[in-house]
């Protein structure tokens, strides 16, 4: 392997064990008024924006590393690109679709309990 692949490699799981250990303070936080209508009862319009704007950034990094993880590999192994690059794209896509559905999840949530769903 070379230097640039371990680095992005390396960079890549730091950013994911951040990532985990962020969400696990958020949650360990948020627990504590015990339901969730109470914890949705919590979350305002800043909470909200903040959310929105926290998942466009953990997007916009994930993609970056996915892609320059991608590119380091390909350095190493140029017969195998187009294979990685599918599978680079399929990752990526799938970190949006899951950062992007806890985001709209929210807002969702947030919206159903204004107007007096729950």
Same mark, same amino acid.
């Given at each position: 392997?070379?230097?640039?692949?371990?680095?992005?490699?390396?960079?890549?799981?730091?950013f994911?064990v951040?990532?985990?250990?962020?969400?696990?303070?958020?949650?360990?936080?948020?627990?504590?008024?015990?339901?969730?209508?109470?914890?949705m009862?919590?979350?305002?319009?800043?909470?909200?924006?903040?959310?929105?704007?926290?998942?466009?950034?953990?997007?916009?990094?994930?993609?970056v590393?996915?892609?320059?993880?991608?590119?380091? $590999?390909?350095?190493?192994?140029?017969?195998?690109?187009?294979?990685?690059?599918?599978?680079?794209?399929?990752?990526?896509?799938?970190?949006?679709?899951?950062?992007?559905?806890?985001?709209?999840?929210?807002?969702?949530?947030?919206?159903? $309990?204004?107007?007096?769903?729950?």
């Amino acid at each position: 392997m070379s230097k640039a692949f371990k680095s992005t490699l390396a960079v890549f799981i730091v950013f994911l064990v951040i990532f985990l250990g962020i969400l696990l303070y958020v949650i360990q936080r948020y627990s504590q008024y015990g339901s969730i209508p109470d914890t949705m009862e919590m979350v305002d319009f800043q909470g909200i924006l903040l959310s929105v704007l926290g998942t466009a950034l953990l997007s916009l990094i994930t993609i970056v590393l996915s892609f320059t993880l991608a590119r380091a $590999w390909i350095k190493e192994q140029p017969e195998l690109a187009e294979r990685i690059l599918k599978f680079t794209l399929i990752i990526t896509l799938c970190f949006i679709i899951v950062l992007g559905g806890l985001s709209g999840g929210v807002i969702i949530l947030r919206t159903l $309990w204004t107007i007096g769903y729950f």
